[in-house]
């Protein structure tokens, strides 16, 4: 008997599904002290966001530091951030299920919750970027006009949304079966789990598009985009997967973590190169070619002309993923005592991809403007206190979905 | 397994769900005041505008009622008479434009104009039109500057406005997820500033810096509003959207010239329609050095420049 099997005498899905909602929201919602302090303080700094949107509701964006020349800052920024982490959530499933990794199995669902609270992040940061939010309704299918297929951005959404469905249904799945105290019949989850390998690629690739396909961004304009996106995105999504097992070891005892936190190491090992590697030939290309791409890229770096705001954050972001690299090639890593290194470590190289895929990505791909004028971009406070914001609801959801899956993760698969 | 069921302590529960409760509540009293300030920005919008359809699908008595709704909004927000016009293309016309290089002196009365003409917002001062003052001998524009001071024209340099080509192979038009932006027979790109929800993804697409967007309620004092309007064209656009030059299409569809060329003193600007084989603009296309920009992207602008 566990903790959220179902009375006996449930028999139809349609009352025990809601029923299951109902009793893993009660579940997710208790806690010890510490818990309700930490999602009171999340709650805190949400509404504080919320009243900050609400405010560029009413004043225009006139609040934010955007202009006509930088027309994308903060919002698309942590946008694109957040698909790399709902993408690298999947580096769970690839071991787990293409491995067959049975240590994988038991905790692959904590990757596919990442996705699910990424994937929200990422539709609250596009709700907050627009200037008319009232007419979201624009952008549905049939009741709206939808721009397919020529619009990037229509693709966008459909993935998006595809890929919040995906993960919403295999974690409701498989949470359901143990709420029931049934086995999960793997016809119902594993083709999906499949596909979501598949889709959780084709978001990253679509938001890539987004830019990449924009021959008036020079910046923007090259094929290593999408993998680019795709590389940071694996060392991002577990990264911050190690971070949240090794909190859900000390927290709640659960066991078995250790091999899955060694195996995404591994995975971080790899990538980490990867992107490493990506950058530097994109470098080479622009600065050894020269000519008139160059001018962003050298902005992004040394600065052009005096203006010199976005230097600090890339050397930061090389700064971080250069030594998150090395520590990450040193063997003496995995070893249980060097544990907050590890953690150190996994910290470093996400604020160095978000960093990489925000502030060193979209800005300067807007400067110099397409008339060559410099005109720089530093975040408004109501920037800040919105994104704040949308970070703090996605750690509750994060926070609560987790909660909800412990009794799962208790308990080891038997498959 | 053997961990508690979780619901036996019976006592423990109505209390716990009595603490919930209280908590949720507080938690969305706490959301609605948070979110307050958007019960302001609701009440600037009625439930009309809303529910508006794409210009493409009015029917003409919705279209009728729409034009009625904002003149009546104007009247209201701005205390100035307007009447917006629904002004189609003539069938049978290309319009192009073209700028003599040799002659373009940079005085900047095209940007002038357009501001005035366009009813843009006065306090930031916007207008459709750059001009680039770029040094002779070059058309990199990463040489030129639009900030440029002092008495025009200056030895060594020549000037580049530069405004919406209305390209034939829009980016602009290609990337917005809505269709509120397209292409007419006439070959002017227009928005609906009543469907565009303000992504901004057009803005970041046209690689000649054409649109602008309306980071908030344009103002414009009741005596300056420019009254000839058109709902596709220069009525003062609602805050949160983007808007472009639209070669003045309230004035040339109606048979007038772009506000721009009137204002010019060097008589730089020509404007016309390219399918009419006797026109100025036709002749010069034939018999001068013309160029146009970025033209490796592919854009296919209907917008030209040329030497003498
Ligand atoms: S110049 Fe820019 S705004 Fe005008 S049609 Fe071309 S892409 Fe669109
Ligand atoms: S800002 Fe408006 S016109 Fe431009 S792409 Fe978005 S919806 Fe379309």
Known sequence: ?415 | MTDKPSLPIVENFSRRAAVKGGFATLGAAAFVAAVSPLRQAASDKSAAEFMQQHYTELSPEQKADVIARLEAETKQNYGAEVTIGDDRPIPGTKFVYAINLSVCNGNGNCVEACHKENNHDRSTNQSYIRVLEMPMGTMDMEQGTTTYTGAVPKDGKFYLPVQCQQCDEPPCVDVCPVKATWKEEDGIVVVDYNWCIGCRYCEAACPYHARRFNWKKPEVPAEEVNPDQSYLSNRIRPVGVVEKCTYCLHRTRRGKLPACLEACPTGARVFGNILDKDSNLRWILENKRVYILKEELGTKPAFFYYFD
């Not at chain 1, 071991?95 to 994988?104: G, Q, T, V």
């Not at chain 1, 090794?246 to 659960?254: P, S």
């Not at chain 1, 991809?353 to 400067?367: D, H, Q, S, V, Y």
């Not at chain 1, 397409?370 to 800040?384: C, K, R």
Request: contains cysteine; glycine residues 8%.
């Open chain 1, 1 to 415: 008997m566990s903790s959220i099997t179902a009375s006996a005498d449930e028999k139809s899905h349609i009352t025990s599904y809601p029923k299951f909602i109902g009793r893993s929201l009660w579940l997710a919602t208790e806690g010890s002290f510490a818990f309700y302090a930490w999602m009171t303080m999340l709650t805190a700094l949400f509404l504080v966001g919320a009243n900050a949107w609400a405010n560029q509701v009413a004043g225009g964006m006139i609040g934010t530091n955007m202009t006509d020349q930088v027309s994308w800052g903060l919002y698309i920024a942590n946008f694109t951030f957040m698909v790399g982490l709902a993408a690298g959530g999947v580096m769970m499933v690839i071991p787990a299920y293409l491995y067959h990794d049975r240590k994988m199995h038991d905790v692959v669902i904590i990757g596919e919750l990442l996705a699910i609270a990424a994937i929200v992040m990422c539709l609250m940061f596009v709700v907050a970027d627009l200037g008319r939010p009232d007419r979201f309704w624009h952008m549905m299918p049939i009741i709206g006009k939808f721009n397919f297929p020529i619009s990037m951005l229509t693709w966008d959404v459909i993935v998006l949304n595809g890929y919040l469905i995906l993960n919403l249904h295999i974690c409701g799945y498989l949470l359901y079966m143990r709420f029931l105290g049934r086995q999960p019949n793997p016809t119902w989850y594993i083709p999906f789990v499949m596909l979501s390998i598949v889709w959780a690629i084709s978001i990253h690739t679509v938001t890539a598009f987004l830019y990449c396909g924009l021959g008036g961004r020079p910046f923007w304009n090259t094929a290593l985009l999408a993998p680019r996106f795709l590389a940071s995105a694996f060392v991002s999504g577990p990264a911050f997967i190690i971070v949240a097992m090794v909190l859900i070891k000390r927290l709640t005892g659960i066991g078995g973590l250790d091999q899955p936190i060694e195996t995404l190491t591994k995975i971080i090992r790899v990538t980490i190169l990867v992107n490493l590697l990506m950058v530097a030939s994109e470098l080479f290309t622009e600065f050894y070619t020269g000519g008139a791409h160059v001018s962003a890229a050298k902005y992004l770096f040394f600065g052009l002309h005096g203006k010199t705001a976005l230097v600090p954050w890339t050397w930061t972001a090389i700064g971080l993923n250069v030594t998150a690299a090395l520590l990450f090639l040193w063997p003496g890593l995995l070893r249980f005592r060097w544990r907050p290194l590890l953690v150190a470590a996994c910290c470093m190289a996400f604020v160095g991809a978000w960093i990489e895929k925000g502030m060193g990505l979209i800005i300067p791909g807007f400067i110099p403007s397409t008339l060559h004028e410099i005109v720089e971009y530093v975040p408004s406070q109501l920037e800040w206190k919105v994104t704040v914001g949308i970070w703090a609801f996605g750690l509750m959801v994060f926070t609560i979905a987790i909660k909800t899956a412990l009794p799962t993760l208790k308990q080891p698969a038997k498959h």
